[in-house]
Each structure stands twice: as C-alpha cells, then as structure tokens.
C-alpha cells in the first residue's frame, strides 16, 4: 500500500513546491533574541519571533528556570491527576488568574491544547459557539472537536456577529470565541462591542490573548485592560510561549466553575504530562518581573510606532495594527519568499507568509517588534526592506 501512497504524498508536495508554497526551516545555533547567529555562522537581526518583551533569553528566567531544576527535577513524568501537580503549578496558575483578574487556571502544555480542550466539556449539540473567521487554528479545531452547532462571522465585523448571535437563539447557551489579536493581520478584536453583543443576546465570551497578553492595553495586560472588558469576559486563553518568555506552556483562565469542570474534563489536561518544573519555576518569575516595571510593555510599544511610521512613509502597504505585529503586504505568495530570500542576505530575519496561512492573494512579511531592539536594530531593518523593496518593484 505505502508505494501508492508515497506518489501520492510525492505529487503533493511537487505541488506545494511548483506553487511557490513550500516551506523550509532555517536553523538558529545561538540562543533566540534580537540578534540570532544562524548555522552558517552568519549573523542576523531576527524580526519574525513572537518574542514581544524580548524575554526569550533574559538571564533572569533561565536562573530562575535553573533554580526550579535544581529544586523540583527535570520533568514530572505524570498527568496533573495522578501525581504530576506540585505546589508551583498551582502557584503559576494563581499568578496568571491575578493578571487576568480571574477566578483560577489551568495549565496546559500549549495553547493550542488549551483552545482544543476549551470547547468540548463545555458544550453540547444542544449549544452554539460563534467563532471569528480570522480565529487561529487551534481554536477551530477545538470548535470541530466539540458538536455544539458553529456559526461563524467576518472577522471583528459586528453586524455580522449580531446576526449570526440572532441565528443561534434558539440554542440553550451560546458563546462567542475570538482572538485577542489576530495574528496574521496584526489588529484587535473590539472586545467592548463584543461583550456588548454578548450580553443583549446572551452570550458567553471567549478570547484567546496568545497575541495580546503582555502587548496591548495601557500596562500590556491584554485586550480586557485594552477595553475596559474585565468582569465581562468569561474565558481567556493564552500561552506562555511568546510575550511571557517564549518557552511553551498554555493556560485557560476565567470564571471558577468553568475551570474546574475543565480540570474535570478537558482532555488535553487530563491525558498530558505536566508542565516539567523548569517552566513553571521560570513562567513565576517572569510575572514577578511584570509586576516591578511596565519598562519592557513601554519600549516594545515606542518600536511599534517607530518602525510603522518609518515603512509607511516608505510606501509599504502595512495593515492597521495596535499590537506587536506588522504586516508588510505583498500579495504574491513567491514574491513574499523572494522577498524574505533577499531580507536575509541583509541580514535581517523574517518570514514570508502565503497560503494556506493566509487566505490566497494576500501573502505578505509578518513584522514581529520585540522589546529587544534597539533603535539601532529598526533603522537597520527598515533600511534593508527600503533596499529590497526597490530592488523587487514593491515601492518606488
């Protein structure tokens, strides 16, 4: 059998090839951060890592993750249920209901477990989930996991919320799911007008802050600060994987009931092994860092402004934005490859995106701004996108 399914696979990936859509990784040999050194040797200013605080590499988590090794062991070999839970894991989840401004949490080993296990013990064929049609994959896919009834609206259009909320009344309990930012694109849903809809049709919220927490709102504490949303948002789920500290990990927090019939239920909690201690001991003190200064939030926004401003002016077409991401669209999936190709021979990090990541004709270079740059990193930057964009017919 695998003979005929090996042409197959063959012919598909020859495809994916000829479409100017296959995918290559390229290896970094350092640790990641604003400054990458890359396999060859050469180095490189890496502009497409969801490293928005610029805390992959802080000396004070990997001690701190060290200390948590040296304390707690490696890995803890076991499911929360069984004997996988020390006293830690209940501590981060506590610090990451503070920082919400919710009940609880519960861990899981990434978001896109926390948004696949979300849905599911939740909800019934009785029920709705009304989902954004930009929403990540990891929250389709829990929506497909779950056999409530799905509706689905343009993305943060409200109109088209309200009618798909009007369509689902007849279900016992609807709950509207979104992305805090929508990752490709770079804006945020308008999370006011969505509780506003939610509590005329009478319905549960649901945001995934994955992209938002540490970013956006006055203090970087997510689009409940960003609107004025807390108390009003039912779940939240996010990871600790790009701004609080870019290691893995997710969580899901919210209101108290609901997370505990998730740690009754949900089934990535139950059938995981465990955040291992190190991850733990290092997400502690990443929340302690938050806590003494907002100096990292601060600087992360001034690049944002600075580094949109600057490829504007340039004649690139960026789509609006109010968080970490920029997207430099280019519209032509191998151009965005030749692009990037080019991007890198200047030394600057960054990754073409085209379908199926994004929909057909709207490939583009997704601009992730870190903490970690210096004015010295985005004038670099800026310069070699300037260059290439001449040289590829993109500006004049």
Do not use: W
């Amino acid at each position: 059998m695998y003979g005929k399914f090996q042409k197959y696979l063959q012919d598909t990936l020859a495809e994916i090839e000829e479409a100017g859509l296959y995918k290559r990784e390229r290896n970094i040999v350092s640790a990641q951060g604003a400054e990458i050194t890359l396999q060859d040797g050469s180095k490189a200013l890496n502009f497409c890592a969801n490293n928005y605080l610029g805390l992959a590499d802080s000396p004070r988590l990997i001690e701190a993750a060290k200390k948590a090794m040296d304390e707690r062991g490696y890995g803890m070999s076991s499911v929360r249920f069984i004997c996988g839970t020390q006293d830690r894991h209940r501590e981060l989840e506590k610090a990451i209901a503070k920082y919400f401004h919710t009940d609880d949490a519960i861990l899981y080993a990434a978001c896109f477990d926390a948004n696949g296990g979300v849905f599911e013990p939740l909800l019934t064929a009785e029920d709705a989930i009304i989902s954004d049609s930009l929403n990540h994959a990891s929250i389709i896919d829990g929506v497909r996991l779950c056999k409530a009834q799905r509706f689905r609206y343009a993305n943060a259009d409200m109109a088209d919320l309200e009618a798909k909320l009007q369509e689902a009344q007849s279900c016992r309990f609807r709950i509207i799911a979104t992305d805090g930012v929508f990752s490709m694109d770079g804006n945020v849903a308008p999370m006011d007008k969505i509780c506003d809809l939610a509590e005329k049709y009478d319905a549960l919220v649901m945001v995934d802050e994955s992209h938002s927490a540490g970013v956006v709102g006055k203090t970087g504490h997510g689009v409940a600060e960003q609107f004025n949303c807390y108390g009003r948002i039912d779940i939240f789920t996010g990871t600790l994987g790009k701004a609080f500290g870019g290691a893995v990990g997710g969580f899901t927090t919210g209101r108290q009931e609901i997370i505990d019939l998730l740690r009754q239920r949900s089934r990535p909690y139950l059938f995981s092994n465990s955040l291992p201690p190190m991850i733990v001991g290092a997400g502690l003190e990443m929340f302690k860092m938050l806590e003494e200064s907002n100096e990292l939030h601060d600087r992360q926004q001034e690049n944002v402004v600075y580094f949109r401003e600057k490829m504007m002016a340039a004649g690139f077409d960026i789509k609006p934005t109010q968080s970490a991401i920029c997207a430099v669209m280019l519209y032509d999936a191998p151009l965005s490859q030749k692009f990037a190709a080019a991007m890198a021979k200047e030394g600057i990090f960054v990754t073409g995106f085209y379908y199926p990541v994004v929909p057909k004709g709207q490939a583009r270079i997704r601009v992730q701004l870190s903490a970690a740059h210096r004015k010295e990193h985005l004038d670099k930057a800026i310069a070699a996108f300037i260059k290439v964009g001449k040289e590829l017919g993109v500006i004049k």
